[in-house]
C-alpha cells in the first residue's frame, strides 16, 4: 500500500450530472497530482496541486477542476459530466523534492450513463 | 510531440520464466524515466527511476535497462511469478517540465500462467 487513500471506490452518475472525487495525501505530501485513466491506456494529466495552488494543467476543459486543502487532500470535481468521462481517476501525491517519487491511490472508477 | 510507446502490448508467458517488455520515447530533453506496475483496477506502483546518468536499475526480480543514446529501455522480469500478472507502464520525464506532465505508454499486459 502507497498510503494514499481515494474515495469513493466505484461511482455511477448520469451524463450531465456532477462529480467529486477525493484524495488522501501521505503524511507531508504536498504536491498531488490528477490523472484519468480509460481502460486499456496509460494515464493522462489532468492537472497538479502545490500547496493549494493549481502548479500545471493537462489538455481537459475547464469543466475538471480541482482544490487542495491545507492538510494536502485534495478533490477533483467533474461538470456536465459525459459518457467520455467514464475511466479510472487516480491521485499520486510526493514529497516536496522528490517530484518523480509519485506515489499514486487506488483509484475511483466511475462509470457515467 | 513526446511520445512513449510499449510493446509487446500483451504477453503471456508460463511462471518462472523470464520476459522482457520493451519502451521507446520520444521525450525531449530527457529528464528521467520510470517503470510502474498496476494491478487491475489499482493505481500504479513505482518499480524504478532512472535518470540520464543510469543505464540500469534493478529491484528484487526486475531490471530496467535504459539506452538514452537510442531512446529505448526495457524491463526484464526474472523468474516470473503468478503475482507479476499487471500491465506494466513507462512514464519519462522531460527536464524542466511538471512531473506531473510526464508522458505515460499505454503499458504492456503481463499475464503469467501456472
Known amino acids: 500500500e502507497t498510503g494514499v487513500t481515494q474515495s469513493p471506490t466505484h461511482l455511477i452518475k448520469t451524463r450531465g450530472q456532477q462529480v467529486t472525487l477525493r484524495c488522501s495525501s501521505q503524511?507531508?505530501?504536498?504536491?498531488v497530482s490528477w490523472y484519468q485513466q480509460a481502460l486499456g491506456q496509460g494515464p493522462q494529466f489532468i492537472f497538479q496541486?502545490?500547496?493549494?495552488?493549481?502548479?500545471g494543467r493537462g489538455n481537459f476543459p475547464p469543466r475538471f477542476s480541482g482544490l487542495q486543502f491545507p492538510n494536502y487532500s485534495s478533490e477533483l470535481n467533474v461538470n456536465a459530466l459525459e459518457l467520455d468521462d467514464s475511466a479510472l481517476y487516480l491521485c499520486?501525491?510526493?514529497?516536496?523534492?522528490?517530484?518523480?517519487?509519485?506515489?499514486f491511490g487506488p483509484g475511483t472508477r466511475l462509470t457515467v450513463t | 510531440k513526446n511520445q512513449v510507446e510499449q510493446s509487446p502490448q500483451s504477453l503471456i508467458i508460463l511462471e518462472g520464466k523470464n520476459c522482457t517488455l520493451q519502451?521507446?520515447?520520444?521525450?525531449?530533453?530527457?529528464?528521467?524515466l520510470r517503470w510502474y506496475k498496476q494491478d487491475t483496477g489499482r493505481g500504479p506502483v513505482s518499480l524504478t527511476i532512472?535518470?540520464?546518468?543510469?543505464n540500469t536499475k534493478s529491484n528484487g526480480r526486475y531490471t530496467a535497462t535504459l539506452d538514452a543514446d537510442t531512446k529505448q529501455s526495457s524491463l526484464h522480469i526474472t523468474a516470473s511469478q503468478l503475482s507479476d500478472s499487471a500491465s506494466y507502464i513507462c512514464?519519462?520525464?522531460?527536464?524542466?517540465?511538471?512531473?506531473?506532465?510526464?508522458?505515460f505508454g499505454d503499458g504492456t499486459t503481463l499475464t503469467v500462467k501456472p
Open positions: 532512472m535518470t540520464f546518468s543510469e
Open positions: 496541486y502545490y500547496r493549494e495552488e493549481e502548479n
Open positions: 499520486a501525491s510526493s514529497l516536496p523534492g522528490q517530484l518523480y517519487e509519485q506515489y
Open positions: 503524511s507531508g505530501h504536498n504536491t
Open positions: 512514464v519519462v520525464s522531460a527536464r524542466g517540465t511538471n512531473a506531473g506532465k510526464s508522458t
Open positions: 519502451c521507446n520515447y520520444t521525450v525531449s530533453p530527457f529528464s528521467n
